[in-house]
């Protein structure tokens, strides 16, 4: 009976581990919201897109 329910346990524990993963950042380039034209350096202004997830795997997005 042990040995079922250890096997039980870690069979979920390893769904668990195996949910959704957090998406990679990405970068949507756009028009910058001032002028920038005297600046020195190069600037690329666009829209960052990151992952909120802020509970475990198994929490919806």
Same mark, same amino acid.
């Given at each position: 009976? =042990? !040995?079922? !329910? $250890? &096997?039980? !346990?870690?069979? @979920?524990?390893? &769904?668990? *581990?195996? #949910?959704?993963?957090?998406? *990679?950042?990405?970068?949507?380039? #756009?028009?910058? &919201? #001032?002028?920038? @034209?005297?600046? *020195?350096?190069?600037?690329?202004? $666009?829209?960052?897109?990151?992952?909120?997830? =802020? #509970?475990?795997? $198994?929490? =919806? =997005?």
């Amino acid at each position: 009976m =042990r !040995l079922i !329910l $250890g &096997a039980a !346990l870690a069979a @979920s524990a390893l &769904a668990m *581990a195996s #949910g959704a993963h957090a998406a *990679a950042p990405k970068f949507t380039p #756009g028009p910058c &919201a #001032g002028d920038y @034209s005297g600046v *020195a350096n190069t600037i690329q202004c $666009g829209v960052l897109t990151v992952d909120e997830t =802020r #509970g475990g795997p $198994g929490v =919806r =997005r």
